[in-house]
């Protein structure tokens, strides 16, 4: 897990494009789902299914909010009354 990390970072980094460097985060965050799973499993405890959940979500929303930036370059649109 540990060398897919570094890869997901050196592409995050160097990333030809914006696309590239989403890809590298939402796969970041799956690395930390993964890895508070297995260590939760190692500790035989569920007191982890929180935090799972939460980077889960997290993970979501940013990838979201990178995917509506891409398609209309804000992430929150404000009306303005007339």
């Known amino acids: 897990m540990t060398l897919s990390v570094l890869a997901t970072i050196y592409r995050l980094v160097k990333g030809p494009s914006v696309s590239d460097r989403v890809q590298a985060l939402d796969s ?12 939760s499993v190692l500790l035989r405890t569920t007191a982890f299914f929180e935090v799972i959940l939460l980077i889960g979500i997290l993970s979501f929303i940013g990838t979201i909010a990178f995917a509506r930036f891409l398609e209309r370059g804000v992430v929150i649109e404000h009306k303005r009354s007339k």
């Open 28 to 39: 970041i965050g799956i690395n930390l789902i993964s890895g508070v799973a297995v260590t």
